[in-house]
Nanobody
């Protein structure tokens, strides 16, 4: 079992950058496929980025390709979401998620077993 804690959210202006951290207070993240999701008010939770546990595969929703990067630091037991050139439509609560199922990451939030509490990202125009 793994316990996830997100940090790094905040209020920024459009065009700025933020890095979200997802650390494990319990468990070892390099055993898991990881995903980042977001949920805006009144909307369903949306896949943002995924990374396989061996790092050979990553994936992104089209709206963030070229702007967001998912990565992992094994020594720090932390997964990151680097977000550049933020836009107002990126405003949401961001969640990291982990799963042992299968061979890679998933776009379906139902495939993830463990979730963090979320961190708010607000981008002003």
């Amino acid at each position: 079992q793994v316990q996830l804690v997100e940090s790094g959210g905040g209020l920024v202006q459009a065009g700025a950058s933020l890095r979200l951290d997802c650390s494990a207070s319990k468990g070892v993240l390099d055993l898991y496929h990881m995903g980042w999701f977001r949920q805006a008010p009144g909307k369903e939770r949306e896949f943002v980025a995924g990374r396989s546990r061996n790092g050979e595969s990553t994936g992104y929703v089209d709206s963030v390709k070229g702007r967001f990067t998912i990565s992992r630091d094994n020594a720090k037991n932390t997964v990151y979401l680097q977000m550049n050139n933020l836009k107002p439509e990126d405003t949401a609560v961001y969640y990291c998620a982990a799963t042992l199922i299968g061979s890679s990451w998933y776009r379906d939030p139902g495939s993830y077993l463990y979730w963090g509490q979320g961190t708010q990202v607000t981008v002003s125009s």
